[in-house]
Every structure is written in structure tokens, then in C-alpha cells.
């Protein structure tokens, strides 16, 4: 098939444009969450959106997205509630209020399902498949919902943005400030209901919460910026949802869930190792390079004073500094601390223990020359 | 008699779901204690993995080797989100999010790929297949016994060994760590050890109720007992009792309404935890509001105790201790002064000289209390 059939293909374009629209609003909106210290709030919206599904599928008598979407978003919003009341009225902790939610509310779900199946409705087929999502059943008129609910929970936040920002790091001040807290916390909880919604035909409810909670550390690695982490994450998001989406299209049978996932996790390792400055590797590279300035102070302060023929010879902090070009203090007091330097107000002399530790590295460096 | 029980699939299908039930409580107890509940979640969508791998490397089924294959995948699962934690990059909660749907999608498309011919596919990794736990027998001592009985009776007798026999080292574990790790136990050794017997019950139990419907059993039946107790042991006998009856309604109801019966049970133990929730005797809403009440009816009795004392021996006497002022200067309305006369009256805090309230020396006495406390 070349790019041009490809890219003209129906089932295709309807696929980009949901795993785009997926991508968007879960990137968006998990950001959030995580920031929230939420992230498994999204797990157990996601499982409590199947007995909404089948709800809706019941009182519309077919599989049409606009009602299955509702009782998605109103069985999300009364698990959300449910998990409230919980945390607030008994003496449970979050975590089992959290799985309380998403183990009932999956298990009314499965007995709907098979309830549905009982009753031999013809127009039951597929609906089974938003329990791991399935992209190639993507209709137009499925896309024109999700773009509705991604366009709506994308504006509330360009509008509410400075709210938003401030409910997720100083809550406590936006209270000071009058801000509506719980009603702002509320509308975050509720869409992130909205996504699992768009996510249902892509993702389906079992591996939601992912959807919602990887683009999202995967941009924080990145930046430390909300105004840079949200459109990033949105970015990871909708280029994870277009691969995976891409391939379950390509090769049929492929669970398109699953992939989606499999791909968003790839960019949170690849950002995990990667990113500046957080990333793992980058941290390995940097401690790598402070050991080398370390070495590089000890040698030249150990050649200064052979040079000099005094063990004890001081050297000036700006000479040290103008011989490497850089700035050397913090780099000689972690030497200090280490007992290899000792310090003369501005000026540094070798302790023993340093002359050692210069000698010894000299030798290594000359055995590996020769 | 053993044989016609053996053969009954009602009766198997009722005993495999309460097995569930136990095996998943005995250890799901110590997890929700913990505050670490939502680890049973990420273990029992991470064995899926396992179960694939383990069945594409020994293509068994079923059996010992599977459970401790894919329960290994279940400590994987923690020892990755722990790794992640202590990386400082992602917090445990996101942390737990980001690893167990990774698994669970690989094991998904391994099957994707590899099962046209197994008897898991994906609709089965979900919710299990409780109704045919019969079909599926093996011979032992001249018996057809159902496999998920033996291997769900397997896993909670060992559950039940475990707890049995570290029940002190556990509680002290559980709820202080810190002198647990003083007095030279390893509270961290003893938690894996948990987690592991997690993961072996939820592939013992996968079979029968899949990946998902497990974790209604491991977290939402200790939930409800220890809404209703703050005994420990009496905390896990509470479970054993919900798991049974979970799983005799479930499956009463699942057959009346046609509808699954795994789904259906794991649904009745949520109706028993709201049920819990509820009428709980001294966590539940009703009990609470009870308790709020009472409360608010001692603190009437009592202010009026202390307004009446007040006005003692005063001259404006007549006109502030009679059941008037009340309404007028406290502000109470007819209803709750009434309330507060009658009950003062009743415990013979005050008693009636005309319209004039006076109080007894009881009465005196309370009033002097809230106002000078500690002066005997």
C-alpha cells in the first residue's frame, strides 16, 4: 500500500483523528491528576465508566456513542463521588476507597454486560470491545463526540488555567485567595471522567489509566514548567495513541489498547533515561564530569607544588579558577569536605591525603598512555 | 457422598468463589491495613504477563509451576514500581499506574499473537470463567476433583499457614514497622512474602474470576470488616463470613437473572460493604448520625444547666430561669427548649417551682463543672 492509498484509507484518517484527540485531552488533563497526586484516580474512573457503557447501551437500545458516552461520564462522576464519600465518611484510606470503586463498579459492569448478552439484542456486537479498545471500529460520527468533549474540557482549562495551576501546587493559598477549591478540584476530577470517555473507543476501561498518568510523567521529566509540561504531554500522548492506533489498523486482530500503552510507555522510559538534567543517563553523565573536574583540581594543585618544591604550596582561588576556565569553588569545597584540600581564606593547599589521591591518579593516567 | 458433592456444579462453583473469598481475605487483610491495597490491583493485571510467558515457555496450563511462575511476575510488578519510586522521578501512586498497564498489555498481545488455540483469551483474562471450574477435573484418590478447587484450596490453606502461624509478626508489622524492625524482625522480608502469596492466589484464582474481579476480593471484603470491627482476628473471621456469603448470594442471584456469576459475586461483596458503610454498629453513617445526636442533646442539657446556674440568686431570676428565656435569650426554638426541659427534668438536673426552673443539686453540680472544671 503506498503512503497515498494510506493516507486517503477511511478507517485510517478516523483513526489518526481519534488517537489525536485521545492523546490531546489525556495529555492535557493527566498533568494535571498527576500533579494532583491522582494518578489512580484515572485507574478507577476508567474501570467505573463499564457499567455506564452498558447503561447507556440499554437505554438507547443500540450501540450509539452519544449515550454510551453519557453513562460513561455519569457513572465516572458517581465513582469520583463514591470514592469522596468513602475517603471523607468512613474510616478507610484512599487506597482501598479507590479499589473498593474500581473492583465494584468493574464487577456491575461485567454482570450488565452478560445481562446484555442474555437478552440476544443483535445490535450487541462490539461491545465488548471497549474493554481493550478498539480503533478500526472508529465511526465519523463517533469522532464528532469525541472532538465535542475534547474541544469542551480543552477550554475549561485555557480558561481556568491560572485556577488550575494554583489548585495543584498551593491549594492552600488558592483557599486564602477565595478561590472556589473544591469546585475547581471537582471539575478536574469530572474530566478526567471526560477522557476515559474519549479514550473508551480507542483505549477501552481496563488500561485507561495509563493513558492518563504516562504522557504525563513522560513531559515531567522534561520540565519542571506547567506551561511547557501540559502541551508536551499532550504532544507524547497524541504521538503514542497515533503509533499504537496505526499499527493495531495495520496488522488486524491487534488489541489496540494494549499497544497504545505499549507505545506511550516506550516515550516515559525513553524520557526517564533521557531528559536534561533529570533524565538517569544525563545524571550518570554529570557525576561522570564532576569526578573529572575533581581529578583535574587535585593534579593541578599537586603539579603546582611539586613545581614549587613545597607540599604545602597555596594556591589562589581565582588562579585556580582562570587556569580552568571556570568557576572552581563549590568543585574544591566537596574536595574539602572529602579531606584531600584544606583552605586558607582564599587560598588552597593539597592535604596529604590529597597529594595521595593526585599521585594516584597521575599514575593511572600515565599507565593507560603508555 | 464426597463424589455427588464433587459432581455438583453448584455447590463447586459456590466453594471455588468462597475459597476466593478466604484466600484473597487472609492476605488482603494485612494489605489494606497497610494503606498499600492498590499494589493487589497492579499484582493481579501483571500476572497476566507471567501467565502467557509461563505458558509459552512450558505450555502448562494450570499446576505449581504456573502459580510460581506468574506470582513471580506479581513481586516483578512491586519490585519495578519500588525501583521507580526510589529513582525520585515519579511518585508511588503514578508509579504503580505506569507499570502494571505495561505488563498487562504485553501479556494481552501475547495473546493476542500466540492463544487462537488456548482456553484463555482476552474476554477470560477479565472476568474469568467461574461457571466451568466443574469441567475442568483432575483424578485424586479415585475422585473427580474440579482443578481450581484443589489449586484455590491449595493456596488458601497456605494463606492461612502463613497468617496462622506469623499472625503476631504481622500485626506488629502492620501496624508499627518501625518496632517491628527494632525488635530485629524484617518487616520488608515478611511484606514480600505477602505480596508473593497475593500473586499466587490471584493466578490460583484467575481461572475462576480473572484478572480484575480479584481485586474485589482482596480489597473490598477486608474493607468491610474492618468497617465493622478493630480486632484483628476477629477483622479476618468477619471476612471469611462475607466471602461465603458473597459467593452463596452471588451465585443465587447470577443464576435467577442469567447475568456472570464471578461478576455477580464480586458485586455482592460492594453491596455488603455499602450495607457495612451504612449500618456499620459503630463506623456507619447511621450510627455516627446517632452518635451526633446524642451528643447534641447532652450539650443542650448541659447549656441549660450552666444558664440556669448563671441566673441562680440573681434578681433578674424570674424573668431568665423560666422556660420563656430559653427562647427568647438562648435563642432555641419551642421544639429544643422543650427537649432540653423535659430531659433535664427526666435525668433530675432541674426541677419546677411554678414557671420558675430551679436547679437540683445534681444540676448545680454539672453546671459547676463545665464552669470551673477541676475545682472539687
Redesign the interface.
Same mark, same amino acid.
Given at each position: 500500500m503506498s503512503l497515498a492509498v494510506l493516507l486517503n484509507d477511511y478507517t485510517l484518517q478516523n483513526v489518526v483523528m481519534g488517537a489525536l484527540l485521545l492523546g490531546a485531552i489525556s495529555g492535557v488533563l493527566g498533568s494535571f491528576a +498527576?500533579l494532583r497526586?491522582?494518578?489512580?484516580l484515572?485507574?478507577a474512573l476508567s474501570?467505573a465508566a463499564l457499567p455506564g457503557v452498558c447503561l447507556g447501551f440499554i437505554i438507547a437500545g443500540s450501540r450509539e456513542m452519544g449515550s454510551i458516552m453519557a453513562g460513561a461520564l455519569g457513572s465516572g462522576a458517581g465513582a469520583a463521588l463514591m470514592v469522596l464519600l468513602?475517603t471523607r465518611?468512613?474510616?478507610?484510606?484512599t487506597?482501598?476507597a !479507590?479499589?473498593?470503586v474500581?473492583?465494584?463498579?468493574?464487577?456491575?459492569?461485567?454482570?450488565? !454486560?452478560?445481562?446484555i448478552q442474555?437478552m440476544n439484542n443483535a445490535s450487541q456486537g462490539g461491545l465488548?470491545s471497549f474493554?481493550?479498545g478498539q480503533a478500526a471500529a472508529t465511526l465519523r460520527s463517533d469522532l464528532v463526540v469525541m472532538a465535542a468533549v475534547t474541544a469542551l474540557a480543552l477550554t475549561l482549562v485555557a480558561l481556568l488555567w491560572k485556577e488550575f495551576k494554583l489548585v495543584c501546587f498551593d491549594p492552600g493559598f488558592a483557599r486564602a485567595l477565595g478561590m472556589p477549591v473544591l469546585l475547581l478540584e471537582v471539575i478536574l476530577t469530572v474530566m478526567i471522567a471526560l477522557a476515559v470517555v474519549v479514550g473508551l473507543q480507542m483505549v477501552g476501561v +481496563? !488500561?485507561m489509566?495509563?493513558m =492518563?498518568?504516562?504522557p504525563? =510523567?513522560a513531559a515531567r521529566?522534561w520540565s519542571p514548567r506547567l506551561e511547557v509540561m501540559v502541551p508536551l504531554s499532550a504532544a507524547f500522548g497524541m504521538a503514542a495513541g497515533v503509533c499504537g492506533a496505526l499499527v493495531s489498523t495495520l496488522g488486524r486482530?491487534?488489541?489496540t489498547?494494549?499497544?497504545i500503552?505499549?507505545s506511550v510507555?516506550v516515550f +516515559?522510559i525513553a524520557s526517564?533515561m533521557l531528559a536534561p538534567r533529570?533524565g538517569?543517563l544525563w545524571e550518570a553523565v554529570s557525576r561522570l564530569r564532576r569526578r573529572l573536574r575533581h581529578q583535574q583540581l587535585l593534579t593541578t594543585l599537586h603539579r603546582l607544588a611539586l613545581a614549587h618544591g613545597d607540599s604545602h604550596f597555596r594556591s589562589e582561588q581565582g588562579l585556580l579558577d582562570g587556569y580552568h576556565g571556570t568557576h572552581t569553588r563549590s568543585a574544591m569545597k566537596r574536595l574539602a569536605q572529602r579531606g584531600l584540600v584544606a583552605r586558607h581564606e582564599r587560598y588552597w593547599m593539597l592535604t596529604d591525603a590529597g597529594h595521595e589521591e593526585a599521585a594516584n591518579i597521575l599514575a593511572r593516567m600515565e599507565g593507560r598512555v603508555t | 457422598m464426597l463424589a455427588s458433592l464433587l459432581g455438583n456444579p453448584a455447590v463447586m462453583i459456590m466453594t471455588v468463589g468462597a475459597l476466593v473469598g478466604i484466600a484473597a481475605t487472609l492476605v488482603g487483610t494485612f494489605l489494606?491495613l497497610r494503606?498499600?491495597?492498590?499494589l493487589?490491583?497492579a499484582i493481579s493485571?501483571s500476572i497476566v504477563f507471567g501467565i502467557v510467558i509461563v505458558w509459552l515457555l512450558t505450555h502448562q496450563q494450570s499446576g505449581p509451576v504456573q502459580i510460581v511462575g506468574a506470582a513471580l511476575t506479581g513481586i516483578l510488578t512491586v519490585f519495578l514500581t519500588e525501583l521507580?519510586v526510589n529513582?525520585k522521578?515519579?511518585?508511588q501512586? *503514578?508509579a504503580?499506574?505506569?507499570v502494571f498497564?505495561?505488563l498487562?498489555?504485553?501479556g494481552?498481545?501475547l495473546l493476542?499473537?500466540y492463544a487462537g488455540n488456548v482456553h484463555i483469551d482476552?474476554?477470560t483474562v477479565?472476568?474469568g470463567e467461574i461457571g466451568f471450574v466443574w469441567l475442568d477435573t483432575v483424578t485424586l484418590g479415585g475422585y473427580e476433583v474440579p482443578q481450581s478447587l484443589l489449586s484455590m484450596g491449595a493456596m488458601t490453606l497456605l494463606n492461612a499457614l502463613f497468617v496462622g502461624l506469623l499472625f503476631k509478626e504481622l500485626k506488629l508489622a502492620t501496624f508499627d514497622a518501625a518496632l517491628a524492625r527494632a525488635l530485629g524482625f524484617a518487616p520488608g522480608v515478611l511484606f514480600y512474602a505477602l505480596l508473593l502469596l497475593t500473586s499466587g492466589t490471584a493466578v490460583a484464582a484467575f481461572d475462576a474470576v480473572g484478572a480484575?474481579?480479584f481485586? *474485589?476480593f482482596?480489597?473490598?471484603i477486608p474493607?468491610t470488616a474492618?468497617?465493622l470491627t478493630d480486632r484483628l482476628a476477629l477483622m479476618l473471621a468477619i471476612g471469611v463470613a462475607v466471602s461465603i456469603a458473597s459467593s452463596i448470594c452471588g451465585y443465587g442471584l *447470577?443464576v435467577r437473572?442469567?447475568?456472570?456469576i464471578?461478576?455477580?459475586? *464480586?458485586?455482592m461483596?460492594?453491596v455488603f460493604?455499602l450495607l457495612a458503610?451504612l449500618f456499620g454498629p459503630r463506623?456507619g453513617?447511621v450510627a455516627?448520625a446517632r452518635e451526633r445526636r446524642r451528643q447534641r442533646h447532652l450539650n443542650e442539657s448541659r447549656n441549660l444547666a450552666v444558664h440556669l446556674y448563671n441566673h441562680e440568686g440573681e434578681p433578674e431570676q424570674g424573668e431568665e430561669n423560666v422556660a420563656r428565656a430559653l427562647r427568647e435569650h438562648l435563642l432555641w426554638s419551642h421544639e429544643r427548649s422543650r427537649r432540653a426541659i423535659l430531659q433535664a427534668l427526666d435525668a433530675g438536673h432541674i426541677q419546677r417551682q411554678g414557671e420558675l426552673l430551679q436547679l437540683t443539686a445534681t444540676g448545680r453540680e454539672v453546671a459547676r463543672e463545665i464552669l470551673e472544671p477541676g475545682r472539687r
Open positions: +498527576v497526586k491522582q494518578s489512580l484515572g485507574d474501570h468513602l465518611y468512613s474510616r478507610l484510606k487506597d482501598a !479507590l479499589g473498593i474500581l473492583s465494584t463498579s468493574f464487577a456491575l459492569g461485567v454482570v450488565l !454486560l452478560t445481562f442474555s465488548d474493554l481493550f +481496563v !488500561l489509566a495509563a =492518563v498518568i504516562a504525563a =510523567v521529566q486482530g491487534l488489541a489498547g494494549p499497544l500503552i505499549i510507555s +516515559v526517564l533529570r538517569l | 489494606v494503606g498499600t491495597s492498590m493487589s490491583d493485571h521507580l529513582s522521578r515519579v511518585k501512586d *503514578a504503580i499506574g505506569l498497564p505495561l498487562f498489555s504485553i494481552v498481545l493476542n499473537l482476552t474476554h477479565l472476568l480484575v474481579l481485586v *474485589a482482596v480489597i473490598v474493607s474492618y468497617l *447470577a437473572l442469567d447475568v456472570s464471578g461478576g455477580m459475586m *464480586a458485586a461483596t460492594g460493604l458503610f463506623y453513617l455516627q
